[in-house]
């Protein structure tokens, strides 16, 4: 039995599909209402698997927007109505792709109601739900289509019944999502991201999850302006250490951005702005660009779109300057640089990734300020 990559069956990035061998993970029945019909689960796994254990999740019901396969939105109430995490053993008969070996099994469920006045056919908007750590790293979706997995397993029922054909209006379903994330990175956050019918991504709704304390790194995760070491390439790609300090990551205003031209979508968000300093230790000159290499992680599990903003003979964007100092960045010198990135203003920054480059290149992980203060 297999797993292979397989990203056309679902809008969720790296969406997992698993070869199994013979039952379905889905939802409700086709009339709408929870069902307990078995989607038929194999009992083959010779080993009983231990019983998930309950996840912390809000289940609050809020109002989303689902778009079906011709770009037509419904109305509809969603939350989570369960997350609990599985075992390694309710997976010891599959075959994983080695990016997912060793990465633990979450089973998110989520129930809607169908709010518009017309009948949803095919509905699935828990396509577009994910779980994400504190860091901001979205797990991995898995799509069951048949299960070598035990009936003793952690597996919720949902995830044992057939989906939903259709779904009157009024009408209530509970779905299943199986998601892999690494063993160090339990879930922090469920969030809900739609589309529009022209596939541009609406605001996500979040729901909080996990039980950690506010102001518990997660492992490996460091505070906001602790130095750290990786390496970055020179212009010949040889490999250069340095040492990176991140300085601040601020909101702003869409207004700073004024004097650029922003697409609609654009002008609905917030804009961040990362600072970093980084001394170049080696002993080779770089260029002041390091900031390319920074990403700013959501608490969505989504990552922040970097502007590139063109500004020929302008003074910039003041909130966020230029390298400092220009020009080449000297052996045991230092430089500071700015990054604008944006985000829906539902959203907001989880932590900023640092992913270096070379032979002693390491990816380093900072905590954001909460809400980017």
Request: hydrophobic residues 35%; aromatic residues 4%.
């Given at each position: 039995?297999?797993?292979?990559?397989d990203g056309?069956?679902?809008r969720?990035?790296?969406?997992?599909?698993?070869?199994?061998?013979?039952a379905?993970?889905?939802?409700s029945?086709s009339?709408?209402?929870?069902s307990?019909?078995?989607?038929?689960?194999?009992?083959?796994?010779?080993?009983?698997?231990?019983?998930?254990r309950?996840?912390?999740?809000?289940?609050?019901?809020r109002?989303?927007?689902?778009?079906?396969?011709?770009?037509?939105?419904?109305?509809?109430?969603a939350?989570?109505?369960?997350?609990?995490?599985?075992?390694?053993?309710d997976?010891?008969?599959?075959?994983?792709?080695d990016?997912?070996k060793?990465?633990?099994?979450y089973?998110?469920?989520?129930?809607?109601?169908?709010?518009?006045e017309?009948?949803?056919?095919r509905?699935?908007?828990?396509?577009?739900?994910?779980?994400?750590?504190?860091?901001g790293?979205a797990?991995?979706?898995?799509s069951?289509?048949?299960?070598?997995l035990?009936?003793?397993?952690g597996?919720p029922?949902?995830?044992?019944?057939?989906?939903?054909?259709?779904?009157?209006?009024g009408?209530?379903?509970t779905?299943?999502?199986?998601v892999?994330?690494?063993?160090?990175?339990?879930?922090?956050?469920v969030?809900?991201?739609?589309?529009?019918?022209?596939?541009?991504?609406s605001?996500?709704v979040i729901w909080?999850?996990g039980?950690?304390?506010?102001?518990?790194?997660?492992?490996?995760v460091?505070?906001?302006?602790?130095?750290?070491?990786s390496a970055?390439?020179d212009?010949?790609?040889?490999?250069?250490?340095v040492?990176?300090?991140?300085?601040?990551?601020?909101?702003?205003?869409?207004?700073?951005?004024?004097?650029?031209?922003?697409d609609?979508?654009?002008?609905?968000?917030v804009?961040?702005y990362?600072?970093?300093?980084?001394?170049?230790?080696?002993?080779?000159?770089l260029?002041?660009?390091?900031?390319?290499?920074t990403e700013?992680?959501?608490v969505s599990?989504?990552?922040?779109?970097r502007?590139?903003?063109?500004?020929?003979?302008?003074?910039?964007?003041?909130?966020?300057?230029e390298?400092?100092?220009d020009?080449?960045?000297?052996?045991?010198?230092?430089?500071?640089?700015c990054?604008?990135?944006?985000?829906?203003?539902?959203?907001?920054?989880?932590?900023?990734?640092?992913t270096?480059?070379?032979?002693?290149?390491?990816?380093?992980?900072?905590q954001?300020?909460?809400?980017?203060?």
């Amino acid at each position: 039995m297999n797993g292979r990559v397989d990203g056309g069956l679902g809008r969720a990035a790296g969406v997992v599909v698993l070869a199994l061998t013979v039952a379905a993970c889905g939802g409700s029945g086709s009339d709408g209402k929870d069902s307990d019909r078995k989607g038929g689960a194999s009992a083959q796994s010779p080993e009983q698997a231990a019983p998930a254990r309950p996840v912390p999740v809000e289940k609050k019901q809020r109002e989303i927007t689902w778009s079906d396969r011709e770009g037509r939105s419904h109305a509809l109430r969603a939350a989570p109505s369960g997350l609990a995490r599985g075992s390694a053993a309710d997976f010891k008969n599959v075959r994983l792709e080695d990016g997912l070996k060793g990465k633990v099994p979450y089973y998110l469920t989520v129930s809607y109601t169908n709010e518009s006045e017309k009948r949803l056919e095919r509905p699935s908007p828990e396509r577009d739900f994910a779980v994400a750590a504190a860091d901001g790293q979205a797990g991995e979706v898995v799509s069951v289509f048949g299960s070598a997995l035990s009936k003793n397993s952690g597996l919720p029922k949902a995830c044992s019944r057939s989906a939903p054909e259709s779904l009157e209006p009024g009408g209530r379903a509970t779905v299943c999502r199986i998601v892999m994330m690494p063993e160090n990175r339990p879930p922090a956050a469920v969030s809900y991201t739609g589309r529009d019918a022209r596939g541009d991504a609406s605001d996500p709704v979040i729901w909080k999850a996990g039980g950690g304390g506010k102001d518990e790194l997660p492992s490996g995760v460091l505070p906001l302006k602790k130095p750290a070491e990786s390496a970055v390439e020179d212009a010949e790609g040889r490999t250069v250490e340095v040492r990176a300090t991140p300085r601040s990551i601020r909101k702003g205003s869409i207004a700073d951005l004024g004097r650029f031209e922003l697409d609609a979508g654009d002008k609905k968000k917030v804009p961040y702005y990362v600072t970093v300093a980084y001394r170049n230790d080696g002993s080779r000159k770089l260029l002041p660009q390091m900031n390319q290499k920074t990403e700013l992680r959501a608490v969505s599990g989504q990552p922040a779109r970097r502007m590139t903003l063109i500004d020929f003979g302008g003074d910039g964007v003041s909130q966020c300057p230029e390298a400092e100092p220009d020009g080449l960045v000297k052996p045991k010198s230092s430089v500071t640089e700015c990054s604008v990135f944006l985000l829906p203003k539902t959203d907001s920054p989880a932590a900023l990734v640092f992913t270096g480059e070379g032979d002693s290149a390491k990816t380093v992980t900072w905590q954001a300020p909460e809400r980017g203060k």
